[in-house]
């Protein structure tokens, strides 16, 4: 069993950088596939980044390539995003996710992952 906090959300100018955590709980954090998604009010979840259980190897939606960047500090089980360039678009609720097994490209699967925190509220001004 895993439990996920997220924090770091909050209210920011277009243009700006938020950073956001994951803290999990639990010893074996090393051995999850991480991945972050968002969901904006009137719309389905979608995938943001994901990131391998070593770090090696991260994947981004195409929305936010170039502007996020996702990382993991496994002596901390603490996976983060940043988020850089902020757009009115990115407003939404996020959460972070762990899966118990190798991505085998899924990131952006849902369905792969096993555990999810509450979420955090990002909010992009125009």
């Known amino acids: 069993q895993v439990q996920l906090v997220e924090s770091g959300g909050g209210l920011v100018q277009a243009g700006g950088s938020l950073r956001l955590s994951c803290a999990a709980s639990?010893?074996?954090?090393?051995?999850?596939?991480m991945g972050w998604f968002r969901q904006a009010p009137g719309k389905e979840r979608e995938f943001v980044a994901g990131?391998?259980?070593?770090?090696?190897?991260?994947y981004y939606a195409d929305s936010v390539r170039g502007r996020f960047a996702i990382s993991r500090d496994n002596a901390k089980n603490t996976v983060y995003l940043q988020m850089s360039s902020l757009k009115f678009e990115d407003t939404a609720v996020y959460y972070c996710?762990?899966?118990?097994?190798?991505?085998?490209?899924?990131?952006?699967?849902?369905?792969?992952?096993?555990?999810w925190g509450q979420g955090t509220q990002v909010t992009v001004s125009s």
């Open positions: 639990g010893r074996t954090f090393s051995s999850y596939v």
């Open positions: 990131i391998s259980r070593s770090g090696g190897y991260t």
């Open positions: 996710a762990a899966a118990n097994r190798e991505s085998g490209g899924r990131f952006p699967d849902p369905g792969m992952y096993d555990y």
